[in-house]
């Protein structure tokens, strides 16, 4: 089969087949514009980074047993690129998955996968419920509380941090930054 190098619409339409939730899609929103982020801030291929973002759940909502497993599946049926099948099932290692993040890309999206999940909180709780005016400060003082956001997998966003090189507190402002870039689409503006 012929590698098809897939551009963001058709990942979106993709994403859209896969999931009607919107709460899966605003994820997937969030995660490709701190996706978006950090390849622009590390000189890297926006758009290959991004569309990673968008699908990295692609099989969450229909397959949440098989997830990770499906979306390698479904993306290989349709002749996406090893790299990018490679990288968006990384995201699951260590929880569905023995895929571990290897490329500056993968490790990437490793980190700001569960963190949008706790900015997105972090935001919501917030009298303006928006990430225009949160602040990395307001993040670390919730990401102390266990109850709160208690779904979102600490360890694995300070693993993540710890594979970038940098510290919590940049990985925390970088993704704010990104969804600022999504703000209105996500519901957070």
Known sequence: ME???????????????????????NHALAVEAAMRFSAQK????????????LIHDLDYEKYPEEHCLKTEEILRERGWPE????AAISHGWGVCVDVEPQSLMEKALYAVDELTGLVTACALVRPSKSVMDLKPKSVRKKWKQKGF?????????????????????????????GMRQVAAEIGLA
């Open 3 to 25: 590698v098809h190098i897939p551009t963001r619409d058709e990942a979106l339409a993709l994403l859209k087949e896969f999931n009607r939730s919107e709460s899966l899609v």
């Open 42 to 53: 590390h000189g890297e291929d926006e758009d290959k980074w991004g569309i990673i973002g």
């Open 83 to 86: 790299e990018y099948i490679r």
């Open 149 to 177: 956001a208690a779904g979102v997998d600490r360890e694995v966003i300070e693993k993540g941090a710890q594979m970038l090189g940098i510290e919590n507190s940049e990985l925390i402002s970088d993704v704010i930054m």
